[in-house]
């Protein structure tokens, strides 16, 4: 069981600028567990799971973004393990599909 649940969502110039690529490399590295994906207002939704670590350094990075972002707002919010079952089955992280 991962330490830490955290959805977040992103809202500001981050769709067409690679941000999903770069929270799913992002989130690989710091070996998280989750999903990431866009949704049909403009913003990227995600969960984390892991160590408090890695959750808190993630969504730091997430204030950041790509370079060709503009982070214009960052929710963040406890989440329940349950969301985690959106990812693909069998994997850790996963880019869903745009809702």
């Known amino acids: 069981m991962s330490d830490t649940i ?14 999903r690529y770069f929270v799913e490399r992002a ?5 998280l567990e989750g999903w990431v994906r866009n949704r049909r ?5 995600a969960v984390f799971a892991g ?9 730091a990075a997430c204030r950041r973004g790509p370079a060709s972002a503009l ?3 960052l929710r963040d919010e406890a989440a329940s ?9 069998g994997e850790r992280f996963s880019v869903l599909p745009t809702i």
Do not use: C, F, K, P
């Open 6 to 19: 955290r959805h977040v969502t992103i809202s500001g110039r981050v769709q067409g600028v690679g941000y």
């Open 27 to 31: 989130a690989r590295s710091r070996d």
């Open 41 to 45: 207002d403009g913003s990227v939704e």
């Open 51 to 59: 160590s408090a670590e890695a959750v808190t350094a993630m969504i």
């Open 71 to 73: 982070v214009e707002a």
């Open 81 to 89: 393990s349950d969301m985690l079952n959106l990812r693909e089955a």
